[in-house]
Nanobody, 126 residues
Framework: QVQLVESGGGLVQAGDSLRLSCAAS????????LGWFRQAPGKEREFVAA????????SYAASVKGRFTISRDNAKNTVYLQMNSLKHEDTAVYYC???????????????????WGQGTQVTVSS
C-alpha cells in the first residue's frame, strides 16, 4: 500500500502562488494516474486536477483552469500542484490521490482513486 504525504500548504494573500507537493512511499506511482482534490469547510470534496499515468494528459476543474498546473516527477515519486493567482475561494484542504487502476488517463471522479494523502491546508486571505 502506498503512503501519500502532501506538503506546501500555508496562508497566503489573494494573488499569491503556492506549490503543493505529494510524495509517495511504499509503492511507485509511475504507472498510476494521479489527482488533486480539495474540500472547503461545509462543502463536499471536489476535483481540482489530474494527470495521466504517462503524464501526457492533464485535466482541470473549470474553476482552476489557467491558474493551476499539475505535474509529476516519476524519478522522485512525487506529484505537484502549482497554484497561481490564488483566490479566497481556493481556501480548502488539498488532497492528493493515486488511481486504483494501472495505466489510465486522467480521472476526475474521487471514486476512481484508491490511495489518499492526509491533506494540506491552503488558506487565501482576501
Amino acid at each position: 500500500q502506498v503512503q501519500l504525504v502532501e506538503s506546501g500548504g500555508g496562508l497566503v494573500q489573494a494573488g499569491d502562488s503556492l506549490r503543493l507537493s505529494c510524495a509517495a512511499s511504499g509503492r511507485t506511482l509511475t504507472n498510476y494516474a494521479l489527482g488533486w482534490f480539495r474540500q472547503a469547510p461545509g462543502k463536499e470534496r471536489e476535483f481540482v486536477a489530474a494527470i495521466s499515468w504517462r503524464g501526457r494528459s492533464t485535466s482541470y476543474a473549470a474553476s482552476v483552469k489557467g491558474r493551476f498546473t499539475i505535474s509529476r516527477d516519476n524519478a522522485k515519486n512525487t506529484v505537484y500542484l502549482q497554484m497561481n493567482s490564488l483566490k479566497h475561494e481556493d481556501t480548502a484542504v488539498y488532497y492528493c490521490a493515486a488511481d486504483g487502476s494501472l495505466y489510465r488517463g486522467t480521472q476526475d471522479s474521487q471514486y476512481e482513486y484508491r490511495d489518499w494523502g492526509q491533506g494540506t491546508q491552503v488558506t487565501v486571505s482576501s
